[in-house]
């Protein structure tokens, strides 16, 4: 079961509500929020049901969610968000993720969310993000905006993307980790799910990607997360 919070309102500020599975991060993120005189976070909470509880008690004006939750639920940052918008459909949400790729942003943006920040970003970053959500606008750093209006202008898209296009967003998230070099059991643990269940998304991954074994999707995992540095 998530974390559930206290939830505090103030109508003279704008009502912020975090969720991410990192204690830590929440309290720095609780901190750098509450320091602005006209911003306040409201609750907070760990995984995507304490969220939708904490959020209908809560009554935020913004929504800020870490894409990679905790999988009690079987629910990630990208399913929260269509979720929210489902039963919030003018609340703003703004992501704040450890993913810097473009497709993740994509599918955020795609979901639901007005705003996608890395979270190695500065602080000063992630509040002017905040406030152009709040604005109205769509927050993406200008790497990424060119990478995605690229593709959308591109006449001739790279065969490959078009495949890592049919994994599903737990799938695309295992696979870039396996790329990153990380092992079943660190995806696991660091997803918060089981070793049988991170083993099922490497199966649908080979079969999505037409590779024979686990050797072929290593590499190919390797080559596209390199591939994407000389891209950015």
């Known amino acids: 079961m998530g974390n559930k919070k206290q939830h505090t309102t103030n109508k003279d500020k704008v009502n912020i509500f975090i969720v991410d599975d990192h204690p830590i991060v929440r309290q720095g993120l609780t901190q750098l929020i509450n320091n602005e005189a006209d911003l306040m976070v409201c609750g907070q909470a760990e995984d995507a049901h304490t ?24 629910t990630n940052g990208i399913d929260l968000i269509k979720n929210i918008k489902v039963h919030y459909p003018n609340l703003y949400i703004l992501v704040l993720s450890m993913h810097d790729e473009y497709l993740f942003a994509e599918r955020a943006i795609r979901a639901g969310a007005k705003g996608y920040v890395i979270k190695n970003e500065a602080t000063e970053i992630l509040i002017a993000a905040i406030r ?25 898209p790279r065969a490959y993307d078009l495949f890592i296009e049919n994994l599903s967003n737990r799938e695309l998230e295992v696979f870039q980790l396996i790329g990153q070099g ?6 696991a643990e660091k997803l918060h799910l089981s070793v049988k269940t991170i083993e099922t998304y490497r199966e649908n ?28």
Do not use: C
């Open 205 to 232: 991954i080979k079969v999505k990607l037409n590779l024979k074994d686990a050797s072929e999707m290593l590499r190919q995992a390797i080559q596209w997360v390199h591939s994407k540095k000389f891209r950015k």
């Open 182 to 187: 990380w092992g079943t059991r660190q995806i």
């Open 132 to 156: 152009r959500v709040l604005s109205g606008r769509i927050y993406l750093n200008d790497r990424m905006s060119e990478s995605i209006l690229n593709r959308f202008l591109s006449s001739t």
């Open 51 to 74: 969220a939708m509880e904490g959020i209908a008690a809560g009554y935020p004006d913004m929504v800020i969610v870490d894409l990679s939750l905790q999988g009690t639920y079987g």
